[in-house]
């Protein structure tokens, strides 16, 4: 394929499916796609791809990804960084002896689009003329940006960094003005443009409404915690939506149980590439105190629940809509099989983890007691953010709940 090729092929499918709010939209674009800035960063990953290059040529040697390597392919630095780190999880895993000769390598092209919906809100795995696009869509990044950041800044007592995790058992308190801001971008998400000119409805929320006044996504937090926490549940969200690539899926089921075998087949073949991949990463993760083998442990956890995370806040929602008698963001039975599908996967996940944790130790990875314990901690801190979440949202005053939900009506 030639970088035109990519290009034409991705709008096609965006086109196709409505992907991206902005696209056609020659403003918007040329605020938010191929800009100068972004340049140098696309050249660093591109040299990272050299890298790869270097150390699994019979991977380049097999399968087309030369157009990956010109910088006119990406519109913006998160494609190049996104594209990169796909295509070393499939060199990695393409390397291994172990890895079954089926599975086809080629052909995955990754986009970031600024899709705004949070319905979903996660990576996405769309088969399209004889290629595997995922696309990464913006409510993603935004999103494990405030829920890791929300996580982090509620967790209880005096202890900070990752001691907070070792001793936790319950949320409370006031609620974070990461969690605020959350909670206002999906309720502003159908009238939300990241070219917005002037106000943007999240700006006149905060302007009027004492309750969410206080919503930010920026502000004092423990990056030695955040950016382990973020780089796992990110990595390990593309390393899965390639597992569907790489079982050939052909898009969503309406069978429960083929869709949760789907998803575990995914998850599966998207721990062989993460664990596989895994090297490069720990120099990403200096920050974690955790050793080899429960840090690559972090990254199936986090990403379940943050699942957890997003289904907690959309059913918030809903149970706020219904007291507030306004109108559902999405259908009862839609969040209730969401809802049903997370809780399956979910303890899919866990009873996987120990197998996990066994190809972990037979290549020699460190899982110590001390490790143990504080992987429980984030487990069990995780599981009970998604309640906090889901309280936080129905807890949301009567007259702040009304001005949100008046800005965020797009008026069509």
């Given at each position: ?309 997003h289904v907690g806040l959309r059913q918030g929602l809903a149970f706020r809509a219904l007291a507030g008698g306004g109108p559902l963001s999405g259908s009862v039975d839609q969040l209730g099989r969401e809802a049903g599908d997370s809780r399956a996967r979910t303890d899919v996940t866990f009873r996987q983890v120990g197998a996990y944790e066994a190809q972990i130790r037979a290549r020699g990875a460190v899982v110590t007691k001390e490790d143990e314990a504080l992987y429980a901690g984030v487990a069990r801190a995780g599981a009970a953010f998604a309640l906090h979440v889901f309280a936080a949202a ?19």
């Open positions: 394929m030639t970088p035109d090729e990519v290009l034409a092929i991705s709008q096609e499918a965006v086109d196709l499916f409505g992907l991206d709010p902005v696209a056609g939209d020659a403003e918007a674009e040329a605020l938010l796609y191929n800009k100068p800035d972004d340049k140098p960063a696309i050249l660093a990953n591109i040299e990272g791809l050299k890298r790869i290059r270097a150390v699994h040529p019979a991977f380049f040697e097999a399968f087309d990804y030369g157009w990956a390597f010109a910088p006119e392919v990406y519109r913006n630095k998160m494609e190049a960084n996104l594209q990169a780190r796909a295509v070393q999880f499939l060199a990695a895993l393409h390397g291994n002896p172990n890895t079954p000769d089926a599975f086809d390598f080629a052909g995955v092209i990754v986009r970031y689009t600024f899709q705004t919906s949070t319905e979903p809100s996660t990576p996405f795995h769309l088969p399209y003329r004889g290629r595997h696009l995922v696309f990464s869509p913006y409510s993603f990044q935004e999103f494990v940006l405030l829920f890791i950041r929300a996580l982090i800044d509620s967790l209880p007592g005096s202890s900070r960094g990752w001691a907070a995790f070792e001793g936790f058992r319950e949320f409370g308190g006031e609620v974070s003005s990461f969690l605020r801001q959350a909670l206002l971008r999906a309720l502003t998400s159908d009238a939300f443009h990241p070219g917005f000119p002037g106000e943007t409805p999240m700006d006149r929320v905060k302007r009027e409404s004492a309750w969410f006044a206080a919503a930010s996504e920026t502000g004092e937090i423990d990056e030695a915690v955040e950016v382990p926490l973020s780089v796992s549940l990110i990595d390990f969200a593309l390393a899965h939506e390639l597992g569907h690539a790489l079982h050939g899926h052909d898009g969503m089921t309406r069978e429960a149980d083929l869709r949760l075998q789907r998803e575990q087949d995914a998850d599966v073949m998207g721990f062989a590439l993460y664990n596989s991949s895994w090297g490069w990463r720990d120099e990403l993760l200096d920050g974690c105190p955790l050793n080899q083998g429960t840090r690559i442990l972090l990254g199936p956890l986090l990403f379940h629940l943050f699942i957890k995370w129905r807890a949301i005053p009567d007259e702040d709940y009304r001005i949100a939900r008046k800005a965020g009506d797009a008026g069509f």
